[in-house]
């Protein structure tokens, strides 16, 4: 018997640490999955998913290059839906940030998205983030920041933060698009996302907790805004891809509160770890809030505590030798 394509999606980026997660999810849930990778001939963004239960009946891989619109139409040909995960993430220094963040980001999705309509896809999750909303100085400081609040397009300019503003720009993009040319889609903004690694490598929020345990103090005043699991960001996906009534953005973090909280609790679980004291305030201006995912809770989602998130990122470290 055919298979109805109604559970057929492409999920781009599908290599990486939030892409892996949600690959499995859609596997376990009985999706047929076409996961984009960069490099076919690299094991290091294959094997994990092949080895993935469900993967040798219903996972397909495919070689995309974002820039490239003709190599995104063959990983998305047939499906309903689409996850567009992939983005270059990093908030290190980047010395072409056009190249290595901007044009990826936008164009990337444009392309995606074009592809998608192209194609008669029903409904396109796109994964933007919490730096679509922060750095954002102007909001008021008595208000917590939610869905309503963007990122400051000239702060992150005049600052030089690049990631930020490819996130900002990339999903104000997809939303224009959407308007346009009447595709659907809906918006996850993750905050920084913590939680078992699948993938052979370490992708940049986990470096984060790993550079904090090794003593680092940066206090990621314009990046942080809350910690969340990578396995509820997975969730997060696919109950507002599964939910047609969930519209907008949606904030998804375990809480909204400052670095040095964050910081303070791996020190308070992990004493033996030289954990630096960071000041109570590292975010200036943000209001801490246990409400931040309230769209997502309404929605089912039950957010794993920062507790939990801590202990399996701590976990995954030293089990894959990042951590001693
Ligand atoms: N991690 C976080 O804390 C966080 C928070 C909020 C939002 N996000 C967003 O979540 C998404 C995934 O992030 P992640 O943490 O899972 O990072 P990641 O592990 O680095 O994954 C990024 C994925 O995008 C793919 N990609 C990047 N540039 C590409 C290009 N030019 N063409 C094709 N594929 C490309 C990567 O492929 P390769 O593996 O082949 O490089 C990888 O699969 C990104 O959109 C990121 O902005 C992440």
């Not at 699948?198 to 986990?206: H, K, Q, R, W």
């Not at 680092?216 to 699991?229: I, Q």
Request: with cysteine; aromatic share 8%.
């Amino acid at each position: 018997m055919a298979q109805s394509n109604t559970k057929i999606v492409c999920v781009t980026g599908g290599s990486g640490f939030i892409g892996s997660w949600l690959v499995r999810l859609l596997l376990d849930r009985g999706y047929t999955v076409n996961a984009t990778v960069k490099d076919l001939k690299d094991e290091k963004e294959t094997k994990h998913l092949e080895a993935l239960e469900g993967a040798e009946s219903r996972l397909r891989l495919f070689q995309i290059d974002l820039l490239d619109y003709d190599s995104i139409v063959s990983a998305v040909a047939g499906v309903t839906g689409v996850f567009h995960v992939a983005s270059p993430c990093t908030v290190d220094k980047v010395h072409d940030p056009e190249n290595e963040l901007l044009a990826p980001a936008i164009k990337g999705t444009i392309n995606v998205l074009t592809a998608a309509k192209e194609l008669g896809v029903k409904r396109v999750v796109v994964t933007s983030s919490v730096s679509a909303i922060v750095p954002s100085p102007s909001w008021p400081s008595d208000v917590p920041k939610s869905e309503d609040c963007w990122t400051d397009e000239e702060f992150c300019k005049q600052k030089e933060l690049w990631y930020p503003l490819s996130k900002t720009l990339a999903e104000k993009a997809a939303w224009d698009f959407s308007k346009e040319k009447g595709l659907d889609i809906v918006v996850v903004n993750p905050g920084t996302v913590m939680g078992p690694i699948l993938p052979p490598t370490i992708n940049a929020s986990m470096q984060m907790i790993r550079l904090l345990i090794q003593g680092c103090t940066d206090e990621y005043e314009n990046f942080f805004m809350g910690p969340v699991h990578v396995k509820d960001v997975a969730l997060a996906h696919i109950l507002v891809y599964e939910n047609t009534s969930a519209t907008g953005r949606h904030m998804c973090v375990e809480s909204i509160c400052h670095y040095g909280d964050f910081a303070a609790k791996v020190a308070e679980l992990y004493p033996k770890y030289n954990i630096p004291r960071l000041p109570k305030d590292t975010q200036p201006g943000l209001m801490r809030s246990n409400k931040g995912g309230k769209k997502l809770m309404d929605l089912g989602l039950q957010f794993i505590p920062m507790e939990q998130i801590i202990r399996d990122s701590v976990e995954t470290l030293k089990a894959k030798g990042y951590l001693s």
